[in-house]
């Protein structure tokens, strides 16, 4: 099922799409967040910020972005 | 010969700058303790080098200013090496950057860092394959126990006579996703994890990041390092530095007190009476209050900051006051010049760059000079009010804060615009190493007793001067009025106020020999901690946001300071402090 980021009640998640701007797409590619990139949803804040992991690092994304990557959650 | 030392943020960067140069950069675990370019010069393999550490990205292509600014460094090329540092713990996300720097197609080599912390959480590299795969040299170094500099300095013998053949000979291509797609590739060549049980530190870090139980972990923290700075404190005045003064110092003054005729001379150095804190005697008491009164405080502060900027706790905090920062105009990052700024004024001024607005910039800027009291300040808040219950310094921080964040509420609704979004790396926690805090603490006790202890003696050398002189009553009808009426403070700590200007952060003391009671002592450390920035960070802010910034951010702090003195003054009062 596809849903966005902060929406994912699953941990493990696939990065499908990523609706935002230039900026912000070039922002998540540097940190490895791209589609079709496997992540695990950590922590998160209703509406409020989520960490996730990425490449065995964990970064933190607030709601407003957190809402534009929409990902496939994963068994 | 010319170096340039790039990485992404939090790779350990500074530590292996520190190490090349043997400039003393602090480092800590959270990414952008260098804001600012540094410059070192060396010599390895009895080469003359000089090194440029280069603000940490993890792109070339970013938009941010630290991105900017490696970007410039970067492309203008007028280098002769590039060293990239790579966190073994993060290789795969590392590379990332790296084959951005192979596309430049300089001589280059690569160091990998935090191999010990990487082999303890199951990670494998093969470092000859990586090499091979990479066509760059390859270190393997542990930089804060300065494990694999010998390789480095080895290295440097052939690169010297060789430096083409440190030009990287793979090509990489152009496409973003093509990247990763190789990094990839690599990374399953020449890496393996072994998945191992979360370790003490992995579990910690889900418990202090998940909102039912990092709030009141975040609470308790804070209360915990309350009474652990106090108790810090007063027990190296009580059984240490008190007793050694009164014993072995105050013998010493006494005999030259008594061989020296009473005059002038002798009231200059001992004012009306020897006893410290009962005069202004820049010998007794000039020693006594940054040396038994404040400097126990500094350290003990010192250490509970140095623990947590080494495990990592802040960038946590900062995801924990995301929702809450979002009320007042920022996202959770904002909290770091914040936290920053209860160090010092001036870094937490330089984070600001981290935040991208002009608008979150003056949100911040605001809540930092209105509510973050600098290091020495806090100490002597602490210091100052240790006689009383620690109820009353809770109280004071709760009464700080809470001003501080009605401002930035303020300044959120009176400026339009809105909040960016959170996107930060958090760092893993790192079990604090002992060599690291010391040598931290070292650091920073030494620029205290360098920076502040001269002020403080001077400070009290003239207003003893005034003492003696009787121009107390003279300058305190001046100020009578206002600080009568307005603070219900007494008329005799006008010099104070007028010295606070000059080095606000340590004028909080001079209070100390007047004997003030609860409220006075309250009330006029709120107002010296706000009324104005220190000279200092005035200049600071003034470089770093313009003229019209800082002078909207003074304004507004004077008159919230002066207002909220005020409510404060007589809030005491109506509970029958005085």
Redesign the interface.
Same mark, same amino acid.
């Given at each position: 099922m596809e849903i966005t980021l902060s929406k994912a009640k699953n941990a493990k998640l696939k990065v499908i799409k990523i609706n935002g701007g230039r +900026?912000m797409i *070039? $922002?998540l =590619? #540097?940190?490895?967040i =791209?589609?079709g @990139?496997d992540i695990e949803k &950590? @922590?998160s =804040?209703s $509406?409020?910020?989520v @960490?996730i992991k990425? &490449? +065995? #690092?964990? !970064? *933190? !994304?607030?709601? +407003?972005?957190a809402e534009k990557i929409v990902v496939k959650e994963m068994n | 010969m010319k170096i340039i030392l790039t990485g992404n943020p939090n790779v350990g960067k500074s530590v292996v700058f520190s190490y090349l140069t043997g400039y003393t950069a602090i480092s800590s675990n959270y990414p952008g303790t260098t804001v600012d370019i540094l410059g070192g010069k060396t010599k390895l393999a009895g080469i003359d080098l000089e090194v440029v550490d280069v603000p940490g990205v993890y792109s070339l292509s970013g938009e941010s200013v630290a991105d900017r600014v490696a970007d410039e460094i970067i492309k203008k090329g007028d280098y002769d090496l590039i060293i990239n540092v790579l966190d073994a713990n993060n290789l795969e996300r590392n590379l990332f950057f790296a084959f951005e720097l192979i596309e430049m197609k300089r001589p280059m080599i690569f160091l990998v860092n935090k191999c010990d912390i990487a082999k303890n959480r199951g990670i494998n590299i093969d470092f000859k394959k990586l090499e091979e795969l990479l066509g760059v040299k390859v270190i393997p170094i542990v930089a804060t126990a300065g494990i694999g500099f010998d390789l480095l300095n080895n290295e440097f013998k052939n690169i010297v006579k060789n430096i083409n053949d440190y030009i990287p000979k793979i090509s990489v291509p152009d496409d973003k996703l093509d990247k990763w797609k190789m990094i990839g590739d690599v990374s399953s060549k020449c890496e393996t994890i072994v998945h191992k049980h979360p370790t003490f530190l992995e579990k910690l870090e889900v418990i202090t990041t998940t909102p039912v139980t990092a709030v009141p972990f975040a609470f308790i923290l804070i209360i915990l390092s309350f009474y652990f700075i106090r108790f810090i404190g007063e027990g190296l005045i009580n059984y240490i530095l008190d007793p050694f003064f009164n014993n072995f110092y105050m013998p010493i003054v006494e005999k030259l007190y008594s061989v020296i005729s009473p005059g002038i001379l002798r009231e200059l150095l001992f004012g009306k009476s020897i006893t410290p804190l009962e005069g202004f005697s820049v010998l007794t008491t000039g020693l006594y209050v940054p040396f038994v009164v404040v400097l126990p405080y500094i350290i003990a502060f010192y250490i509970v900051i140095g623990i947590l900027e080494d495990i990592g706790y802040l960038p946590r905090l900062s995801v924990i006051l995301d929702k809450f920062s979002h009320r007042i105009g920022l996202h959770g990052y904002g909290s770091i010049p914040f936290i920053l700024g209860l160090g010092c004024k001036v870094p937490g001024i330089f984070s600001l760059r981290i935040l991208e607005t002009k608008r979150e910039k003056l949100i911040a800027a605001s809540l930092m000079f209105l509510s973050a009291p600098c290091m020495p300040q806090t100490a002597m808040i602490f210091a100052i009010l240790s006689k009383y219950p620690v109820k009353w310094t809770f109280l004071f921080f709760i009464f700080l804060f809470s001003v501080g964040v009605l401002g930035a509420f303020l300044f959120n609704k009176i400026v339009k615009g809105e909040a960016q979004d959170l996107f930060v790396e958090i760092p893993p926690y790192h079990r604090p190493v002992l060599k690291n805090l010391l040598f931290k603490l070292n650091l920073r006790t030494k620029n205290f007793i360098k920076d502040a202890v001269p002020f403080v003696m001077g400070g009290i050398f003239f207003i003893n001067i005034l003492d003696v002189m009787n121009f107390f009553d003279m300058i305190s009808k001046v100020f009578a009025p206002i600080l009568n009426s307005v603070f219900s403070l007494p008329a005799k700590i006008s010099p104070i106020i007028i010295l606070g200007f000059l080095k606000k952060d340590v004028s909080i003391t001079l209070l100390t020999p007047f004997n003030l009671g609860l409220r006075e002592t309250l009330v006029s450390s709120y107002f010296l901690v706000t009324y104005l920035p220190c000279l200092a960070s005035i200049f600071v802010l003034f470089k770093e946001l313009g003229k019209k910034i800082t002078v909207s951010v003074i304004a507004f702090n004077f008159v919230f300071s002066m207002f909220f003195s005020w409510l404060f003054s007589n809030i005491l009062l109506a509970m029958g402090v005085q």
């Amino acid at each position: 099922m596809e849903i966005t980021l902060s929406k994912a009640k699953n941990a493990k998640l696939k990065v499908i799409k990523i609706n935002g701007g230039r +900026n912000m797409i *070039a $922002k998540l =590619y #540097s940190m490895g967040i =791209y589609e079709g @990139v496997d992540i695990e949803k &950590l @922590v998160s =804040y209703s $509406k409020g910020p989520v @960490v996730i992991k990425v &490449l +065995n #690092s964990q !970064i *933190a !994304i607030g709601h +407003n972005m957190a809402e534009k990557i929409v990902v496939k959650e994963m068994n | 010969m010319k170096i340039i030392l790039t990485g992404n943020p939090n790779v350990g960067k500074s530590v292996v700058f520190s190490y090349l140069t043997g400039y003393t950069a602090i480092s800590s675990n959270y990414p952008g303790t260098t804001v600012d370019i540094l410059g070192g010069k060396t010599k390895l393999a009895g080469i003359d080098l000089e090194v440029v550490d280069v603000p940490g990205v993890y792109s070339l292509s970013g938009e941010s200013v630290a991105d900017r600014v490696a970007d410039e460094i970067i492309k203008k090329g007028d280098y002769d090496l590039i060293i990239n540092v790579l966190d073994a713990n993060n290789l795969e996300r590392n590379l990332f950057f790296a084959f951005e720097l192979i596309e430049m197609k300089r001589p280059m080599i690569f160091l990998v860092n935090k191999c010990d912390i990487a082999k303890n959480r199951g990670i494998n590299i093969d470092f000859k394959k990586l090499e091979e795969l990479l066509g760059v040299k390859v270190i393997p170094i542990v930089a804060t126990a300065g494990i694999g500099f010998d390789l480095l300095n080895n290295e440097f013998k052939n690169i010297v006579k060789n430096i083409n053949d440190y030009i990287p000979k793979i090509s990489v291509p152009d496409d973003k996703l093509d990247k990763w797609k190789m990094i990839g590739d690599v990374s399953s060549k020449c890496e393996t994890i072994v998945h191992k049980h979360p370790t003490f530190l992995e579990k910690l870090e889900v418990i202090t990041t998940t909102p039912v139980t990092a709030v009141p972990f975040a609470f308790i923290l804070i209360i915990l390092s309350f009474y652990f700075i106090r108790f810090i404190g007063e027990g190296l005045i009580n059984y240490i530095l008190d007793p050694f003064f009164n014993n072995f110092y105050m013998p010493i003054v006494e005999k030259l007190y008594s061989v020296i005729s009473p005059g002038i001379l002798r009231e200059l150095l001992f004012g009306k009476s020897i006893t410290p804190l009962e005069g202004f005697s820049v010998l007794t008491t000039g020693l006594y209050v940054p040396f038994v009164v404040v400097l126990p405080y500094i350290i003990a502060f010192y250490i509970v900051i140095g623990i947590l900027e080494d495990i990592g706790y802040l960038p946590r905090l900062s995801v924990i006051l995301d929702k809450f920062s979002h009320r007042i105009g920022l996202h959770g990052y904002g909290s770091i010049p914040f936290i920053l700024g209860l160090g010092c004024k001036v870094p937490g001024i330089f984070s600001l760059r981290i935040l991208e607005t002009k608008r979150e910039k003056l949100i911040a800027a605001s809540l930092m000079f209105l509510s973050a009291p600098c290091m020495p300040q806090t100490a002597m808040i602490f210091a100052i009010l240790s006689k009383y219950p620690v109820k009353w310094t809770f109280l004071f921080f709760i009464f700080l804060f809470s001003v501080g964040v009605l401002g930035a509420f303020l300044f959120n609704k009176i400026v339009k615009g809105e909040a960016q979004d959170l996107f930060v790396e958090i760092p893993p926690y790192h079990r604090p190493v002992l060599k690291n805090l010391l040598f931290k603490l070292n650091l920073r006790t030494k620029n205290f007793i360098k920076d502040a202890v001269p002020f403080v003696m001077g400070g009290i050398f003239f207003i003893n001067i005034l003492d003696v002189m009787n121009f107390f009553d003279m300058i305190s009808k001046v100020f009578a009025p206002i600080l009568n009426s307005v603070f219900s403070l007494p008329a005799k700590i006008s010099p104070i106020i007028i010295l606070g200007f000059l080095k606000k952060d340590v004028s909080i003391t001079l209070l100390t020999p007047f004997n003030l009671g609860l409220r006075e002592t309250l009330v006029s450390s709120y107002f010296l901690v706000t009324y104005l920035p220190c000279l200092a960070s005035i200049f600071v802010l003034f470089k770093e946001l313009g003229k019209k910034i800082t002078v909207s951010v003074i304004a507004f702090n004077f008159v919230f300071s002066m207002f909220f003195s005020w409510l404060f003054s007589n809030i005491l009062l109506a509970m029958g402090v005085q």
